[in-house]
C-alpha cells in the first residue's frame, strides 16, 4: 500500500474523509488495539490516541481501557469539529481555496502524469482544481475497499460518544484551517503530491491485489510501522512539515499549556501525527512530561 494512501487514513485532515465514497480499507474482525499513550505529570493526565478517520463499519476498535479513558475525562479534543463537516460545507472550501479557474490543472503536470490522470478519471471534471485539491479526491477514492466510511471512522464514534456522555469538546483546527493548510503549499509540493497519487493508483491497476495486512489491521493492532511518515518526509519534505510537523508542534504546545491544570483529557487525532520523533508523543516528552504508551 502507498504512502499517499496512508497518508489520507491516518494523518489528519477531517476534510479527506467527508470526500469520501468507498474507502481503500479491508477487514475489521481483528482483535482491536489501537495505539493509546498516556501524558502525565504530578496532577494532569492527557491521553493520546491515533485514530483513522475512515473505517469500515465492522470494525471493533474501542476497548475498555479507551472506555475507561473517555469515562474519565472532562474534555475530548479532536482536530476539528466533526458536526461542521457536511459534505456542502467541504464543497464550498473546496470552492474557495481548492480552485484555480486561471490555470487548467492539465496544464501543471507532466505530460506522463496528465496521460495517467485522463485514465483515471474525467479530466474534464477535475481541470479547475488545485493539484492539493484533486490529490485529495483521488486518494479516497481508491478502485480497493469496501464501504469504509467516515461516519464509521474513529473520530466520528468518539464525537458521538462524548457528546452522550456530555463531555467538553475542543478542537485543534477548523475545516477552514485545514484547508488554508493545504492551499498554502508551494506548487512544486501540490504537484508532487498529486503527481505521486497519479502514479501509485497506476501502479495498482497492473499489480497483483494487497496482502491481508491492510491499514485498518495494522492500525487495529496498534502497528505504527505500517503508516509511513519516514516514506512522506522523504518524498515531499514541504507537505510532510505542512500537515505533520507544524501542526503537531502546535498542538503539543496546546497540550503543554493543558498540563498546567489538573484532571484528565483525552485527545483523538490522526495516527500518522503520533509516529516519530514529530510525533506528538515525543513531543510532549521533550516537553518533560512522563509518556507511557498504555496500549
Same mark, same amino acid.
Do not use: C
Given at each position: 500500500m502507498?504512502?499517499?494512501?496512508?497518508?489520507a487514513?491516518a $494523518?489528519?485532515? %477531517?476534510l !479527506?474523509g467527508w470526500l469520501?465514497g468507498?474507502?481503500l480499507?479491508?477487514?475489521g474482525d481483528?482483535?482491536a488495539a489501537p495505539?493509546?499513550?498516556?501524558v502525565s505529570?504530578?496532577d494532569?493526565r492527557?491521553?493520546?490516541?491515533g &485514530?483513522l478517520?475512515?473505517?469500515?463499519?465492522?470494525?471493533?476498535?474501542?476497548?475498555p481501557l479507551?472506555?475507561r479513558?473517555?469515562?474519565?475525562?472532562?474534555a475530548?479534543?479532536?482536530?476539528?469539529?466533526? @458536526?461542521r463537516?457536511?459534505?456542502?460545507t467541504v464543497?464550498?472550501?473546496f470552492?474557495?481555496?481548492?480552485s *484555480?479557474?486561471?490555470?487548467?490543472?492539465s496544464?501543471k503536470l507532466?505530460p506522463a502524469?496528465?496521460q495517467?490522470?485522463?485514465?483515471?478519471?474525467d479530466l474534464?471534471?477535475i481541470?479547475h482544481?488545485?493539484?492539493?485539491?484533486a490529490?485529495?479526491?483521488l486518494s479516497?477514492?481508491?478502485s480497493l475497499?469496501?464501504?469504509a466510511?467516515?461516519?464509521a471512522g474513529?473520530?466520528?464514534? $468518539? @464525537?458521538?460518544a462524548a457528546r452522550?456522555?456530555?463531555?467538553? %469538546?475542543?478542537?485543534f483546527?477548523t475545516?477552514? *484551517?485545514q484547508?488554508?493548510?493545504?492551499?498554502?503549499?508551494?506548487?512544486?509540493?501540490? %504537484?508532487?503530491?498529486?503527481s505521486?497519487? !497519479?502514479?501509485?493508483?497506476?501502479?495498482?491497476? %497492473?499489480?497483483?491485489?494487497?496482502g491481508?495486512v &491492510?491499514?485498518?489491521r495494522?492500525?487495529?493492532a496498534?502497528?505504527?510501522?505500517?503508516?509511513?511518515?519516514?516514506a512522506?518526509?522523504?518524498? /515531499?519534505p514541504?507537505?510532510? *512539515?505542512?500537515?505533520?510537523?507544524?501542526? /503537531?508542534l502546535?498542538?503539543?504546545?496546546?497540550l503543554?499549556a493543558?498540563? $498546567?491544570g489538573?484532571?484528565?483529557?483525552?485527545? /483523538?487525532v490522526g495516527a500518522l501525527?503520533?509516529?516519530g520523533?514529530?510525533g506528538?508523543?515525543a513531543?510532549?516528552?521533550?516537553r518533560g512530561f512522563? !509518556?507511557e504508551?498504555v496500549q
Amino acid at each position: 500500500m502507498g504512502w499517499m494512501r496512508r497518508l489520507a487514513a491516518a $494523518a489528519g485532515a %477531517i476534510l !479527506v474523509g467527508w470526500l469520501g465514497g468507498p474507502s481503500l480499507f479491508g477487514g475489521g474482525d481483528a482483535a482491536a488495539a489501537p495505539a493509546l499513550w498516556r501524558v502525565s505529570d504530578a496532577d494532569s493526565r492527557i491521553y493520546l490516541f491515533g &485514530t483513522l478517520h475512515v473505517l469500515s463499519p465492522k470494525a471493533q476498535w474501542r476497548t475498555p481501557l479507551y472506555d475507561r479513558v473517555l469515562e474519565e475525562a472532562g474534555a475530548v479534543w479532536f482536530e476539528a469539529d466533526l @458536526t461542521r463537516g457536511d459534505p456542502e460545507t467541504v464543497r464550498l472550501l473546496f470552492r474557495r481555496y481548492g480552485s *484555480d479557474p486561471d490555470v487548467p490543472l492539465s496544464r501543471k503536470l507532466p505530460p506522463a502524469d496528465v496521460q495517467a490522470l485522463a485514465r483515471q478519471t474525467d479530466l474534464a471534471r477535475i481541470e479547475h482544481l488545485r493539484p492539493w485539491a484533486a490529490a485529495l479526491m483521488l486518494s479516497v477514492r481508491p478502485s480497493l475497499g469496501r464501504g469504509a466510511t467516515v461516519e464509521a471512522g474513529a473520530d466520528m464514534a $468518539a @464525537t458521538r460518544a462524548a457528546r452522550a456522555g456530555g463531555k467538553t %469538546i475542543r478542537a485543534f483546527e477548523t475545516l477552514e *484551517d485545514q484547508a488554508r493548510m493545504y492551499a498554502s503549499l508551494p506548487q512544486a509540493a501540490e %504537484i508532487r503530491y498529486l503527481s505521486k497519487v !497519479v502514479r501509485e493508483r497506476a501502479r495498482r491497476r %497492473i499489480t497483483l491485489p494487497p496482502g491481508p495486512v &491492510t491499514l485498518e489491521r495494522a492500525w487495529l493492532a496498534g502497528d505504527l510501522s505500517r503508516l509511513g511518515s519516514s516514506a512522506l518526509e522523504a518524498d /515531499n519534505p514541504a507537505l510532510y *512539515d505542512a500537515l505533520l510537523r507544524r501542526r /503537531n508542534l502546535a498542538w503539543a504546545d496546546r497540550l503543554a499549556a493543558e498540563m $498546567a491544570g489538573g484532571g484528565t483529557q483525552l485527545v /483523538n487525532v490522526g495516527a500518522l501525527h503520533m509516529a516519530g520523533d514529530d510525533g506528538l508523543p515525543a513531543l510532549m516528552a521533550a516537553r518533560g512530561f512522563t !509518556v507511557e504508551r498504555v496500549q
